[in-house]
């Protein structure tokens, strides 16, 4: 059964464009990993500071996968030697859900 994942990243409005340049920088970081389904980052439109980024993985086993090896070693900087860049967000918290229904647009 597939799994989203949404991490709520909070981000004050003066970062959020350093945000957004740091995922467009690591674009299509994920989309090579076994059992990666889908990938969107949200951006706020009004109300919140809130980003929401959401995956779909085809289980919880692939997203742990994918959370001990590819995105635990693009989050700790490489091999620059330098050090990593101060974070976006203020604060994160992931959301988890299976898929227990679904639709998709029908042929108009």
């Known amino acids: 059964m597939s799994v989203v994942k949404i991490n709520v990243l909070t981000v004050p409005q003066e970062q959020r464009e350093t945000l957004e340049k740091r995922f467009a920088s690591r674009a299509h970081a994920v989309e090579g990993s076994d059992g990666f ?3 969107e980052l949200l951006r706020p439109v009004e109300g919140t500071d809130n ?3 959401y995956t779909r993985w085809r289980d919880e086993a692939s997203f ?3 959370m001990e090896g590819p995105m635990k070693a693009s989050h700790q900087g490489g091999d620059s030697g330098g050090e990593r860049p101060k974070s976006a967000a203020s604060g994160s918290t992931v959301w988890s859900f299976e898929v227990v229904q679904q639709a998709g647009p029908t042929g108009a």
């Open 37 to 39: 389904e889908w990938f």
């Open 51 to 53: 980003y929401l980024v």
């Open 64 to 66: 742990q996968a994918w």
